[in-house]
């Protein structure tokens, strides 16, 4: 048997994040009312009213998944299941795709929900690093040597969960060429395109690009829907249905109501005022804490994020990420993430798409506490 290997960032937010006040762990933009999300998707209320709390289609409703497919080229309804979040598309994946002997690629730092799930199962999970002192670029003679004739699944975050980083063109190029090489899957969690700082041009799909492609996205980050928890996954046709028996057994279905409310969101002239919204939030909020992170001069730097809520932000103070953390909740009320959840120390994760006033505050907060530990020194 293999041992389980907790969810290192979900157990922290599981135990930490409920009644906090200043709460900048999570790695979406901040989300929308209901009240919002209605007056933005332009949704018929009394349509959706009339709705019957009832099972919907299992794999997603028709409207929804044409929506869906529309967000890439050469997509159509087929190529597309719909699934209750991103997590659970990723675990879909490494049940149907994976077998023994089998290894899985993964990139540091990241999301773990997809290779967890593959080391929980009983596979290898081999971890290439990215590098901070080059914009957390790929190690390529690392990728190099960890792929083999072996490696099913090579899983990648674009945009980078936790740093907010776009793969270039040359990073995008290693992985294709190492997945071809070895007839590898691409899985491709991209739940953060559309999160754009410095252009409205959303990142660009590995679908298409490769003819093993698993593309993930959901309705949480760009979106601001995470109560929803509806996600997708696209993948060739062939494969859905393997998926697809999968799904029944994981959920059956997302629900009623979130599929109808992601269709209307989906709508073209909706996505275009609910990621324009994302975007807002995104790029002040990441002015905000750039100002408030020079405060104390020489303590903090961050890689800025090309994308996303959060930035990945490094410190140099005399306690771990572990400690910095605590002391932020116990003796502040702020939350965020250490960087030893993402098995890299001197950082935390941030996330600033919030509104200002809330932001400030908290900020100035965590400058109070920097200024006790740096007095204590």
Known sequence: ???????????YLSETEHGVHYNFSESGVHPMSYAELFELANVDRDALFATLVDYPQVNGNQLLRERIAALYQRAH???????????????????????????VIRFSPTYEQLAGNAHNLGYEVRSVDMHSTQDWAIDAPGLAAAVDDRTRIIHIVNPNNPTGQVLSADDRELIVA??????????????????????????????GGYERVIAINSMSKAYGLPG?????????????????RRHEYASIT???????????????SARDAITARARGLIRRGFETLQKELSYHKGVFSVVPPQASAMSFVKFDLPVDSDTFSARLLTEEDVLVIPGSRFGVEEHFRFSSALP??????????????????????
């Open 1 to 11: 048997m293999t041992d389980f290997q907790a969810f290192a960032v979900e157990q």
């Open 77 to 103: 309804a087929d190529n597309v299941l719909v699934t209750v979040g991103a997590t659970e598309a990723n675990t879909l994946v490494a049940a149907t795709l994976l077998e023994p002997g089998d290894n």
């Open 178 to 207: 190492a997945a071809r090489g070895v007839g590898a899957w691409i899985v491709a969690d991209e739940v953060y395109s559309g999160t754009e700082r410095n252009t409205d041009e959303p990142t660009a799909s590995f679908w």
């Open 228 to 244: 929803l928890r509806l996600g997708w996954l696209l993948a060739p046709e062939s494969l859905i249905p393997a998926l697809w």
């Open 254 to 268: 997302a629900t009623m109501m979130s599929m109808q409310l992601a269709s209307a969101a989906l709508e073209p």
């Open 356 to 377: 200002e006033e809330h932001l400030r505050a908290g900020l100035q907060r965590m400058n109070e506490l920097t200024g006790r530990i740096l007095k204590s020194a």
